[in-house]
Nanobody, 125 residues
């Protein structure tokens, strides 16, 4: 079992930055594929970014490329999402997730087994 707890959300003006954290406990996060998803009101949950367990290879949805950076601190057993140049359309509840090493589709939420409770990010225009 992996327990995930997100933090770092909040209200920020467009163009601002936030760093989300996802603290893991129970198991070592680096033994899992990890990702961030988000869900805006009235919309389906959307893939944002993923980091591969074996080589830290990263993936991003096109809308956040160049603005968001996913990383992992193995010593702290924590996943991060640095979000810069935020836009109102980034407003959503952000979730971190962890999935098995056999995961094949990093952007599919059905592949992930463990989820955090979510943290709200609101970007004002």
């Amino acid at each position: 079992q992996v327990q995930l707890v997100e933090s770092g959300g909040g209200l920020v003006q467009a163009g601002g930055s936030l760093r989300l954290s996802c603290a893991a406990s129970g198991r070592t996060l680096s033994n899992y594929n990890s990702a961030w998803f988000r869900q805006a009101p009235g919309k389906e949950r959307e893939f944002v970014s993923a980091i591969r367990w074996s080589d830290d290879r990263t993936h991003y949805v096109d809308s956040v490329k160049g603005r968001f950076t996913i990383s992992r601190d193995n010593a702290r057993n924590t996943l991060y999402l640095q979000m810069n140049s935020l836009k109102p359309e980034d407003t959503a509840v952000y979730y971190c997730a962890a999935g098995p090493i056999s995961l094949s589709r990093h952007s599919s939420d059905s592949e992930y087994v463990y989820w955090g409770q979510g943290t709200q990010v609101t970007v004002s225009s």
